[in-house]
């Protein structure tokens, strides 16, 4: 009897060591997890005020560069004037000069004859780059034609090869004195037409004199045009009416 009593009291310990084990492992898994949780707590509470105040900074300082910016980012350097009337206004035909006011001085009173390309000559050609047409005949650029050119030549990042038809440039105009004398990587060229499809299949259309009759001869030699010359010198085209971002 006696044994049977040790017995039974050495089971009733072991039973309460393991039950006595397992609450302390309970408790072990229970605090690990709140330690876990309080520092994930911590450390996303620290990330996002970090977050919040890198994005103020940068904020701000956007908000600094765009009221102390000296220069445009984008735009020519000088005013187009215009006079405004009344009356309705009836819309300029290509090809017809309308010039913005003369403010550069002395050095654009002048015009400059430009070099005429001739695929017959190894000299001169077109470097690689991005390719303008104006084949009205006109001897200046308009505001909205110089935009593009300008953006062209700021934002792409390659040179812009303005080829017209007009054999020379007037400067007296500002906005295209400003494109000639103060940026460096536009060039201009003139271009004889019928010399240049010489030999092509294109020849006799700028002959025919369906294209001479037609009321779109400037935008249909300029169709045609485009084609001509990036099959001869090679290039990116670009009408004079986008803007490069």
């Known amino acids: 009897s006696g044994t049977r009593e040790e017995g039974e009291s050495c089971k009733t310990s072991r039973s309460e060591d393991r039950s006595d084990s397992r609450n302390l492992g309970t408790m072990n898994f229970i605090l690990r997890s709140f330690l876990v949780i309080s520092f994930s707590v911590i450390v996303s509470t620290f990330y996002f005020d970090w977050l919040m105040i890198f994005k103020q900074k940068m904020v701000s300082s956007r908000i600094f560069q765009v009221f102390t910016q000296h220069q445009p ?23 017809e000069e309308v010039k ?42 308009t505001p909205r034609q110089a935009c593009t050119i300008e953006s062209g030549a700021s934002k792409s990042g390659m040179v812009v090869n303005l080829v017209m038809t007009s054999s020379i440039l007037d400067l007296s105009d500002n906005t295209t004195c400003h494109l000639f004398t103060a940026i460096s990587n536009i060039n201009f ?57």
């Open 73 to 95: 980012e984008y735009g020519l350097p000088f005013t187009a004037h215009y006079t405004v009337v009344s009356e309705r206004k009836v819309r300029v035909a290509k090809g």
């Open 100 to 141: 913005t006011e003369q403010t550069a001085g002395k050095m654009c009173d002048r015009r400059v004859t430009l070099t005429r390309l001739d695929p017959r000559l190894s000299y001169p050609t077109l470097p690689p780059g991005l390719l303008m047409l104006e084949t009205s005949g006109s001897a200046t650029l």
């Open 189 to 245: 060229f003139t271009i004889n037409i019928t010399t240049v499809a010489e030999g092509t299949i294109l020849e006799q259309f700028f002959k025919d004199d369906l294209l001479n009759k037609s009321a779109y001869k400037v935008e249909h030699t300029a169709d045609v045009l485009r084609l001509l010359l990036v099959y001869t010198y090679g290039g990116l085209y670009m009408d004079l009416d986008y803007v490069v971002l």
